[in-house]
């Protein structure tokens, strides 16, 4: 059992591009799902497709990408945690690598990167920050 299912999804990815694989499957959550459409949106990865096993067990297929033969997603920090929750204020969200990077809020409505939570004016949990 995995206690921390956001940052198992984030390292599978890393690691995926760290031994230069194509694809990597998750195991599916909502959240996970839709992490994986903004990882897809800002670029980090190629696609990400929900897979069904059978009845019972949905799959997250990540499709990953390369730029000059060099991965694109290099690393996360997972900020909120399972034993300490992080939030904060719209205006107090942290910028990752001043600007370069993203990180990824849980607002009341829904999660979205740190730039859509500051223009809506919206706070939460800092999930993660990826660059």
């Given at each position: 059992?995995?206690?921390?299912?956001?940052?198992?999804?984030?390292?599978?990815?890393?690691?995926?591009?760290?031994?230069?694989?194509?694809?990597?499957?998750?195991p599916y959550s909502k959240m996970k799902e839709e992490m994986g459409?903004?990882?897809?949106?800002?670029?980090?990865?190629?696609?990400?497709?929900?897979k069904m096993q059978n009845a019972k067990f949905k799959k997250i297929?990540?499709?990953?990408?390369?730029?000059?033969?060099k991965p694109v997603f290099e690393n996360f920090e997972r900020v909120?945690?399972?034993?300490?929750?992080?939030?904060?204020?719209?205006?107090?969200?942290?910028?990752?690598?001043?600007?370069?990077?993203?990180?990824?809020?849980?607002?009341?409505?829904?999660?979205?990167?740190?730039?859509?939570?500051?223009?809506?004016?919206?706070?939460?949990?800092?999930?993660?920050?990826?660059?």
């Open positions: 059992m995995v206690t921390d299912p956001i940052a198992d999804m984030l390292t599978r990815i890393k690691n995926a591009y760290l031994a230069y694989h194509r694809t990597v499957e998750i459409k903004i990882l897809v949106k800002e670029g980090y990865i190629k696609n990400a497709k929900l297929v990540c499709e990953l990408g390369y730029k000059d033969e909120s945690k399972p034993g300490r929750r992080i939030y904060a204020r719209w205006n107090r969200i942290p910028r990752t690598l001043s600007g370069y990077g993203i990180t990824i809020v849980s607002t009341p409505k829904g999660i979205m990167t740190d730039k859509e939570a500051r223009k809506k004016k919206l706070g939460g949990e800092l999930i993660c920050k990826v660059w």
